[in-house]
């Protein structure tokens, strides 16, 4: 959901066969180390007479959303480890990093589409995601694709795009929502400030809540942009508590985030609710231990013990990123592909978008998610339940409530 700044070199692309080797690779030098490993397996599998299945799934393996990606990614593992045939197929993973760089973007998914998946899944920055639009566009493989405008979903999507996620305007409704919840119920009146970065998903983000929570009767009293290799939001932090807000919209991820949570709290924004776009991690939280910040997701931070996310991710070693949304996000991405693919008796290109397309309340599995996932004609993203997410001090831990909106 970042935009990288650096320049960077393409990466030779690593393969890692789900469900016939070891856990994921963290990082790509590791994943190429095992191409050879699964160039062996698809030997076998060629022999045994059962052709695999290709997934590609671009993500940035390196640069400084990686961090981030890395539960994602293991999310996406995870399911396909544990549920490793579809419709008598095999899955392969073949994993391609962005490098958080929007000037590689192009030839990263050319590589993935070369790879001939019957389906990509895909998180790398958005600037990345839209450079690579063109590619995506002519392949005539179905992607599930984070990142992407509103308007690539719906209401005349792209007939090879999805997403088992909110658009950046349903996303941005919750965050009112939230808004509206944490100051008791009404934004008329409310002086709100803007904290974030100028991504391209992050900044329509960020247009679009000012725009609602002006027509709720509220009064935006700063916006303060930077990007997200801050390392010091000062400055900014009390610019905006000059200004008095009763809540501010944080609205960065990542190191960012942290930056400027921190800043905000230092600049004496202790009590005035900060609603934050979900790039804090359970970790973030619970080292911040700060009541008054809270985050909106539609995945949960964690499953129960006897959920099969938490049963897949202590088997492959996964549990200290499995308490992450992006886990639970990953892992959906997966299910919700492989249940098109089930459908349609592992079907590919146009006959898959049609299974994607007609996905119906489709219940993921494992606990993975707040609601069920259905597309339409008219929509390829799904506008789940979401969650308000924040620090307890009484408990001693995160509490989670459910939002409507």
């Known amino acids: 959901r970042r935009a990288g700044s650096r320049a960077g070199v393409l990466a030779t692309a690593g393969v890692l066969v789900v469900g016939l080797t070891g856990a994921a690779a963290a990082s790509a030098s590791t994943v190429h180390a095992r191409s050879a490993g699964a160039a062996a397996a698809r030997a076998t599998a060629a022999k045994a007479g059962a052709k695999p299945l290709n997934v590609a799934l671009t993500t940035d393996l390196t640069g400084e959303d990686a961090p981030a ?42 590589q993935a589409v070369s790879s001939h998946p019957v389906g990509i899944i895909d998180f790398v920055v958005s600037t990345s995601l839209q450079a690579a639009e063109p590619v995506l566009a002519s392949a005539g493989i179905p992607c599930l694709c984070e990142g992407g405008t509103d308007n690539w979903y719906g209401p005349k999507p792209y007939s090879w795009v999805f997403i088992a996620n909110p658009t950046i305007g349903d996303q941005v ?87 400027q949570v921190k800043a905000l709290e230092t600049a004496g924004l202790t009590k005035a609710p900060i609603i934050a776009f979900p790039g804090l991690q359970y970790s973030d939280i619970t080292s911040l231990k ?78 993975a998610s707040f609601g069920r996932i ?32």
């Open 374 to 405: 259905s597309f339409s004609k008219t929509n390829h993203a799904v506008n789940l339940e979401e969650a308000l997410v924040a620090w307890n001090p009484k408990k001693n831990g995160l509490q989670t409530t459910l939002l409507t909106h």
């Open 173 to 259: 409704r919750a965050y009112a929502a939230a808004m509206k919840k944490v100051l008791g119920g009404t934004l008329r009146g409310k002086r709100i400030a803007i904290s974030g970065d100028k991504t391209a998903l992050l900044a329509l983000e960020a247009s679009e809540f000012k725009a609602l929570v002006l027509k709720e009767g509220a009064k935006v009293v700063n916006t303060q942009f930077g990007n997200t290799s801050e390392t010091s939001w000062s400055g900014q932090a009390a610019d905006i508590a000059q200004s008095k807000p009763d809540g501010v919209f944080e609205d960065t991820i990542g190191s960012a985030e942290i930056v």
């Open 69 to 110: 990606r890395k539960p994602f990614n293991e999310g996406v593992v995870a399911y396909f480890k544990t549920h490793s045939k579809i419709a008598g197929h095999s899955v392969q993973v073949h994993i391609f990093d962005g490098q958080d760089n929007p000037a590689i973007a192009p030839a990263v998914f050319r």
């Open 290 to 367: 700060l009541s008054n910040v809270f985050t909106v997701t539609s995945w949960p931070y964690g499953a129960a013990k006897s959920s099969g996310v938490y049963k897949a991710a202590k088997k492959l070693g996964y549990l200290a990123d499995e308490v992450s949304y992006e886990f639970q996000f990953g892992w959906s991405q997966a299910a919700v592909l492989a249940h098109a693919l089930a459908s349609c008796n592992a079907c590919s290109g146009a006959k898959l978008e049609a299974a994607l397309q007609h996905t119906k309340n489709f219940k993921v599995p494992g606990g």
